[in-house]
């Protein structure tokens, strides 16, 4: 099955790049682009999103404690990054390949046509063979402004590009059933909608240099398998871990995708930070929304509406206790929902095309 993915998102963690002594690992990331060259001239596309520019940077000059660490991190991404997609650009070139840098904030997926422009760019860079080796441009990306992390940032492009498949590589052979020091401790193999109490594995520990840990891995995850994209954790510092996962030939957590979604509504799963709305429904509604049957937010169901928006806007959906059941994109504005609270006989407030249930 995984060798007919055509698209490929590839996520590597900077643990994966990085030396125990906090060295960039040429010789792994040489390795890396050796299998990305395998897969790419098998046919598919590949887009690498790549940690590294801080670990890359910290290996280039020592700062005194006295700088405040968002000034640091700066500092230390400015002088990485370029480090970073040099190594890249010349092993890539050694195989004949182009790479491409692509620095993206999360202000740059704020809206839809913001999201158009980078997912125009991505495809433009793959339809010329292009290898885009994409990060946070942490130069600018500060504190709110920032990503969790780059799951996050990869959970989001392998949903953009509908990829067939997003591999993260992290310096684990997936997500444990307990301490992944611990012999007693095995990789869990596959987790699916119904699977419970994986979060309780999860300890917030990450590995030296990583921003998001487990954590976000397992929630990122589980989003974009709902939104129909199959996810894999496996071990970046495994001999041939990304040939050998294709191959079905490596240990790891492999996340069952649901059925695919539309393009529209993978956008509105990852844009919980740019809706403007708040519309609070009552039981019904929320139970008939997050039945899983295509059914569509009428006005009859709305209890309140405390916030402005605009039609088109995404809006968020709570029940009545303020609980986030959905994001969907209004089909009319506030003061015309406002009017039309509880009554029937309007057109939908949000159509189930464009409604994503958050559980
Ligand atoms: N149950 C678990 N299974 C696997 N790893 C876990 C678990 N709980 C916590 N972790 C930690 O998560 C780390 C990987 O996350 P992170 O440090 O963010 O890596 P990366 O740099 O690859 O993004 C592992 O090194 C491990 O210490
Ligand atoms: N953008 C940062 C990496 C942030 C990050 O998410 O790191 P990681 O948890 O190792 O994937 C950098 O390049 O240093």
Same mark, same amino acid.
């Given at each position: 099955?995984?060798?007919?993915?055509?698209?490929?998102?590839?996520?590597?963690?900077?643990?994966?790049?990085?030396?125990?002594?906090g060295l960039p690992?040429?010789?792994?990331?040489?390795?890396?682009?050796?299998?990305?060259?395998?897969?790419?001239?098998?046919?598919?596309?590949?887009?690498?999103?790549?940690?590294?520019a801080v670990a890359s940077g910290r290996s280039m000059i020592s700062i005194s404690e006295?700088h405040?660490?968002?000034a640091a991190r700066q500092l230390l991404a400015s002088i990485g990054q370029i480090k970073?997609?040099?190594?890249?650009?010349?092993?890539?070139?050694?195989?004949?390949?182009?790479?491409?840098?692509?620095?993206?904030?999360?202000?740059?997926?704020?809206?839809?046509?913001?999201?158009?422009?980078?997912?125009?760019?991505?495809?433009?860079?793959?339809?010329?063979?292009?290898?885009?080796?994409?990060?946070?441009? +942490?130069?600018?990306?500060?504190?709110?402004?920032?990503?969790?992390?780059?799951?996050? $940032?990869?959970?989001?492009?392998?949903?953009?590009?509908?990829?067939?498949?997003?591999?993260?590589?992290?310096?684990?052979?997936?997500?444990?059933?307990?301490?992944?020091?611990?012999?007693?401790?095995?990789?869990?193999?596959?987790?699916?909608?119904?699977?419970?109490?994986?979060?309780?594995?999860?300890?917030?520990?990450?590995?030296?240099?990583?921003?998001?840990?487990?954590?976000?891995?397992?929630?990122?995850?589980?989003?974009?398998?709902? $939104?129909?994209?199959?996810?894999?954790?496996?071990?970046?510092?495994?001999?041939?871990?990304?040939?050998? $996962?294709? +191959?079905?030939?490596?240990?790891?957590?492999?996340?069952?995708?649901?059925?695919?979604?539309?393009?529209?509504?993978?956008?509105?799963?990852?844009?919980?930070?740019?809706?403007?709305?708040?519309?609070?429904?009552?039981?019904?509604?929320?139970?008939?929304?997050?039945?899983?049957?295509?059914?569509?937010?009428?006005?009859?169901?709305?209890?309140?509406?405390?916030?402005?928006?605009?039609?088109?806007?995404?809006?968020?959906?709570?029940?009545?206790?303020?609980?986030?059941?959905?994001?969907?994109?209004?089909?009319?504005?506030?003061?015309?929902?406002?009017?039309?609270?509880?009554?029937?006989?309007?057109?939908?407030?949000?159509?189930?095309?464009?409604?994503?249930?958050?559980?």
């Amino acid at each position: 099955m995984a060798a007919a993915y055509k698209r490929i998102v590839v996520k590597i963690g900077s643990n994966v790049l990085t030396q125990p002594n906090g060295l960039p690992d040429q010789s792994r990331i040489a390795h890396l682009v050796d299998q990305i060259v395998t897969l790419k001239k098998q046919g598919k596309a590949v887009v690498v999103i790549s940690s590294g520019a801080v670990a890359s940077g910290r290996s280039m000059i020592s700062i005194s404690e006295k700088h405040d660490a968002v000034a640091a991190r700066q500092l230390l991404a400015s002088i990485g990054q370029i480090k970073l997609i040099n190594t890249y650009l010349s092993l890539f070139e050694k195989h004949q390949m182009l790479c491409s840098q692509v620095l993206v904030t999360k202000e740059d997926f704020r809206d839809r046509k913001h999201y158009l422009n980078i997912k125009s760019c991505l495809s433009i860079l793959l339809k010329h063979q292009v290898i885009p080796v994409v990060n946070e441009n +942490d130069v600018v990306s500060v504190t709110e402004l920032m990503f969790t992390d780059n799951d996050e $940032l990869a959970g989001l492009v392998a949903s953009m590009l509908d990829a067939d498949a997003l591999i993260i590589l992290s310096n684990v052979d997936g997500i444990y059933n307990g301490d992944p020091k611990s012999p007693s401790s095995s990789v869990i193999r596959e987790i699916k909608r119904d699977s419970d109490g994986i979060s309780s594995f999860i300890s917030t520990a990450k590995s030296g240099s990583g921003r998001g840990g487990m954590v976000t891995k397992l929630g990122m995850a589980q989003k974009v398998a709902k $939104l129909g994209i199959p996810v894999y954790i496996a071990n970046g510092t495994r001999d041939h871990v990304l040939t050998d $996962l294709i +191959d079905g030939n490596v240990v790891n957590t492999y996340f069952v995708p649901e059925k695919n979604t539309s393009g529209k509504k993978k956008w509105i799963a990852h844009s919980e930070g740019s809706a403007t709305g708040v519309v609070k429904l009552n039981e019904g509604a929320a139970q008939a929304l997050i039945s899983g049957q295509a059914r569509s937010l009428l006005p009859i169901g709305i209890l309140d509406v405390s916030s402005e928006f605009k039609k088109g806007d995404i809006i968020r959906l709570v029940d009545e206790n303020e609980v986030l059941i959905g994001l969907g994109i209004a089909e009319y504005g506030s003061d015309k929902a406002k009017e039309r609270i509880g009554q029937k006989g309007h057109k939908p407030l949000v159509h189930y095309n464009y409604f994503y249930a958050v559980g």
